[in-house]
T-cell receptor, first 116, second 113 residues
Framework: EAGVTQFPSHSVIEKGQTVTLRCDPISGHDNLYWYRRVMGKEIKFLLHFVKESKQDESGMPNNRFLAERTGGTYSTLKVQPAELEDSGVYFC??????????????FGQGTRLTVV | GNSVTQMEGPVTLSEEAFLTINCTYTATGYPSLFWYVQYPGEGLQLLLKATKADDKGSNKGFETTYRKETTSFHLEKGSVQVSDSAVYFCALSDGTGRRALTFGSGTRLQVQP
């Protein structure tokens, strides 16, 4: 069974450009999370989808970030326009939604974004 | 709000040395606690978890104990190997498990032969 897949693995863009990150969760996982690790600091939560709905987007830093999850399958995270402080590693995770508790979250390899 | 504090790295050890990575947390209610590991070039992998006080976790020679009285969840291994070189993250989720994880800043471990 395929794990969580993220694309691209690396991206280098200039300040002001647009970048779109993609995450394909494990098939059947209704929960999808985006996280970010900036400059070796802690991994911070960005947002949480349950199927196609945004359950919690309290971690999104500002309106330059837009996340979507078409049909409750894959998700994209667009940064437009990118700023220098957006550089970091963006992780995606997915988990099953079963009853009261969520199951273990599985993480992708991350996308390393560098804004120059 | 919830928070996790773990010791800063990098931690450099010789093979077969004893490892401790400290982790403390602040949370309301009864959180579940986790250790994730990121090997070079790979994603985060769940290493250990504990869902209630005094739970002990053990995997790949690593051990941890959920200590509610000291709000700690330290990671230990009696004899590290070069292959253990990675970044280790402590994390917690709220008691329902329905919210996202709160992570610590990560500790890089470098094991030298």
């Amino acid at each position: 069974e395929a794990g969580v897949t993220q694309f691209p693995s690396h991206s280098v863009i200039e300040k002001g450009q647009t970048v779109t990150l993609r995450c394909d969760p494990i098939s059947g996982h209704d929960n999808l999370y985006w996280y970010r690790r900036v400059m070796g600091k802690e991994i911070k939560f960005l947002l949480h989808f349950v199927k196609e709905s945004k359950q919690d987007e309290s971690g999104m830093p500002n309106n330059r970030f837009l996340a979507e999850r078409t049909g409750g399958t894959y998700s994209t995270l667009k940064v437009q326009p990118a700023e220098l402080e957006d550089s970091g590693v963006y992780f995606c995770a997915s988990s099953q939604l079963t009853g009261f508790k969520n199951t273990e979250a599985f993480f992708g390899q991350g996308t390393r974004l560098t804004v120059v | 709000g919830n928070s996790v504090t773990q010791m800063e790295g990098p931690v450099t050890l010789s093979e077969e040395a004893f490892l401790t990575i400290n982790c403390t947390y602040t949370a309301t209610g009864y959180p579940s606690l986790f250790w994730y590991v990121q090997y070079p070039g790979e994603g985060l992998q769940l290493l250990l978890k504990a869902t209630k006080a005094d739970d002990k976790g053990s995997n790949k020679g690593f051990e941890t104990t959920y200590r509610k009285e000291t709000t700690s969840f330290h990671l230990e291994k009696g004899s590290v190997q070069v292959s253990d070189s990675a970044v280790y993250f402590c994390a917690l989720s709220d008691g329902t498990g329905r919210r996202a994880l709160t992570f610590g800043s990560g500790t890089r471990l470098q094991v030298q032969p």
